[in-house]
């Protein structure tokens, strides 16, 4: 602000106007001429800083995740050539019964467990005889030998083509599952297996092999096959056995496995033609049965060609390099010989897919500095009034009273007397119900304190969500401290856990010990209880995780607490007499909640929740599917699940994506229920390598294990009974 004003030179002299401006507007102006550029070189110097870190971390990141790919795909095609191995082998040594029709539903009881695999078949060399099992895809319209459209309601079809009816011919049988068949087709035999890619590919080879892209005869859809040759053991033609992969598979596989917001990963052979793109058919084009594999670096999509072409002028596998204008980043990654191929898969991503999110933050730094910085500006001009400030703060401080809000200290001080006096009683008074709010729900206080009313012994039936804890082994870490030290970590543990139930709107209902009950839905009404219920088990985890080193420090061995989980139907309200009650909760979903907690021990787990909690959030959280159980004091069995993380985006504890083991765990979990009890012994013994002290894992491999050698009897539910806690 400016104030004009005169001064005299002489006795004479004409007033003269100056200029001045306010100490206030003078400071502000200051404090803006030397915090915004200073603001603005900071946040300057730290986002180059930042974007060469960044470009560093993403060269080290495509590395790693073209390996990871690699691995990946050797996952999607491995499982297929087990399956390829172990059926040749079975033929070796039972020829005459290979040509039975339990050979077909072993072919489509292994097709069932690779989601990877279009059909699974066996080629004769003696007569050209072929048995195949195939997946129908819906969108098939001209199949089987009149070329018409599969029944609607068939999933698979098992192609037989022999001379079992006294001369050669094709018969097509179609079921929705094994034992209801829906449609039967016979026609003249006009293939050969002899004559296929795929067998000639396999007898070029002692071990599996992988065939060049081709059209499948059966669907006319292009893809690969892996196979592998049945010979006897003086070399004795036998036959072939065929698994195919579609080319849809591979790009599925890679569209889903893509590096960033809009990287593109394909695959390429050994004279870098292009055999896999995230778009299905890219670089393929296809003549009667056979399928030309184009150039890489002619194929329609500019920016696979453009790399290509690149990678073979520098020579490099790796490299950055800029495309119409735009920075890319540039990774090759050759996969190990496999089924005598030796691919390569490529990876190139936009260079802003790393730096644009920190150049993007630190934009968003430079708008909040500035808005902080006129905030403070603001302040400096207007200032406070020192006499309505603490009078402000009484009103707000009353009003926080009587909504129940008893947090934090008040700052108020005033050197007027009654403002000052005023200010002392409302904190002591505020001191008082806080310490009142310590025995009983502050929710439950604060709906007695809004309505004015008296309480009533009596409750209500609701469906809460109940929570028990427990500390691993703390009476025993306990037993060699005092007392008063046992008091105090005690309290500071509690007090953690309690800040979370509370942050995500649960009721404490006691402590019992070093445990705790809780409930989600009373006394106020929350209609997204068991949500809530997770969040705050997340929470509890977390802070129990970051505060373990105190505990530490303290003469206690870190705090592992088990957390059970269940929502049902309970009665709650005030328990008691009428000189003493207490609000809680009673029923037999009260007694499973403790049940569930106390399971923990039995599986190695941490965070249990029922069947009836992953029912209502199961698409906002990440479970884990543990066993079917009838708890000590129950006669029903119910599902129980662990609870790893939210889905959503946000908080440390959450996942952005579902973790790549959940489909492994769950397909043995599949065989394990189907009484599948090899292949579930293989999928969680593959499962325990990867994960050595997951002790669920563990008793699902001595489970399978035992149940293979004395199989539970037919009227077996798979439920788990326990008979205490």
């Not at 002489?10 to 007033?15: H, I, Q, T």
């Not at 765990?665 to 593959?686: C, I, K, P, V």
Request: net charge neutral.
């Amino acid at each position: 602000m400016l104030v004009s004003a005169a001064e005299e030179t002489g006795s004479d002299a004409v007033p003269k106007k100056r200029k001045r401006i306010r100490l206030r507007v003078s400071i502000a102006l200051a404090a803006a001429l030397v915090i915004f550029p200073l603001t603005a070189s900071i946040i300057g110097f730290l986002f180059l800083r930042h974007s060469q870190l960044a470009l560093a971390m993403a060269t080290e990141e495509m590395d790693k995740a073209s390996a990871k790919l690699a691995d990946h795909l050797e996952g999607l095609l491995n499982p297929v050539a087990r399956v390829v191995e172990s059926t040749a082998v079975l033929i070796k040594f039972d020829r005459s019964g290979s040509r039975r029709v339990e050979t077909l539903r072993y072919l489509l009881e292994m097709l069932q467990t690779l989601p990877q695999a279009d059909g699974l078949y066996i080629g004769f060399a003696r007569d050209g005889a072929f048995y195949h099992v195939l997946k129908l895809n819906p969108r098939l319209e001209r199949f089987g030998p009149a070329g018409t459209k599969p029944p609607a309601s068939a999933r698979f079809a098992m192609r037989i083509l022999d001379a079992s009816s006294g001369e050669q011919a094709d018969s097509y049988i179609y079921l929705v599952r094994w034992g209801e068949i829906v449609g039967v087709e016979r026609g003249p035999a006009k293939y050969d297996p002899r004559q296929r890619p795929w067998y000639a590919a396999a007898w070029k080879a002692l071990e599996t092999s992988i065939s060049d892209p081709y059209v499948f005869f059966s669907t006319g859809s292009p893809g690969v096959t892996l196979s592998h040759r049945v010979a006897t053991d003086d070399g004795l033609e036998i036959g072939t056995v065929g698994g195919d992969v579609s080319l849809d598979i591979l790009s599925e596989f890679l569209a889903r496995e893509r590096i960033g917001p809009s990287g593109v990963v394909f695959l390429l052979d050994e004279n870098d033609r292009l055999i896999g793109h995230p778009k299905s058919g890219t670089g393929l084009t296809k003549r009667d049965d056979v399928i030309a594999l184009a150039k890489a670096s002619d194929v329609p999509d500019p920016l696979v060609a453009e790399v290509v072409r690149l990678r073979s002028e520098n020579k490099s596998n790796r490299f950055a390099t800029k495309i119409h204008g735009e920075p890319y980043l540039v990774s090759f990654a050759p996969i190990a010989e496999n089924f005598g191929k030796r691919w390569t898969i490529g990876a190139v991503v936009a260079e802003d897919d790393f730096v644009g999110p920190l150049r993007q933050s630190s934009l968003q730094m430079l708008a909040f500095g500035c808005f902080i910085l006129s905030l403070a500006l603001a302040a400096v001009l207007w200032g406070s009034r020192l006499l309505t400030q603490p009078i402000r703060k009484v009103v707000d401080e009353t009003r926080r009273i009587r909504e129940f809000d008893l947090s934090g200290e008040p700052d108020i001080n005033s050197f007027i007397l009654e403002i000052d006096d005023l200010a002392r009683a409302v904190q002591a008074m505020k001191n008082g119900l806080r310490s009142f709010g310590a025995y009983v729900p502050k929710a439950l206080v604060r709906t007695i304190v809004a309505s004015g009313r008296g309480i009533k012994i009596g409750g209500e039936r609701r469906s809460l969500t109940i929570l028990f804890t427990d500390i691993k082994d703390f009476t025993q870490a306990s037993e060699s401290l005092a007392p008063e030290d046992v008091l105090r970590v005690l309290s500071q543990y509690l007090e953690l856990l309690s800040r979370s139930i509370h942050e995500h709107g649960g009721t404490i209902d006691k402590f019992i010990g070093d445990a705790i009950m809780a409930f989600w839905n009373a006394p106020l009404d929350d209609p997204d209880h068991a949500a809530n219920a997770c969040h705050a088990l997340l929470a509890c985890r977390a802070v129990n995780e970051m505060h373990g080193a105190e505990f530490e420090v303290q003469g206690f061995s870190r705090l592992f607490t088990r957390f059970g989980l269940h929502t049902g139907d309970v009665v709650v309200g005030n328990v008691g007499s009428t000189e003493r009650t207490q609000y809680t909760a009673l029923g037999d979903a009260v007694n499973l909640a403790s049940r569930i907690e106390g399971l923990n021990k039995y599986y190695g787990t941490q965070l249990l929740v029922s069947g009836s909690v992953e029912e209502q959030v199961r698409d906002r959280f990440l479970f884990r599917y543990i066993d079917l159980v009838v708890p000590a004091g129950t006669s029903r069995p119910i599902e129980l699940f662990e609870l790893l993380a939210a889905v959503q985006e946000g908080d440390n504890h959450r996942w952005t994506t579902k973790p790549d083991w959940v489909d492994t765990w769950n397909e043995a979990l599949r065989a394990y229920q189907g009484r599948l009890w090899e292949t579930a012994l293989s999928l969680f013994r593959a499962f325990e390598r990867g994960h050595p002290r997951d002790y669920v894992a563990q008793l699902y491999v001595e489970r399978c294990a035992r149940f293979l050698s004395q199989p539970p009897p037919a009227d077996w539910d798979g439920a788990e009974h326990y008979d205490r806690k």
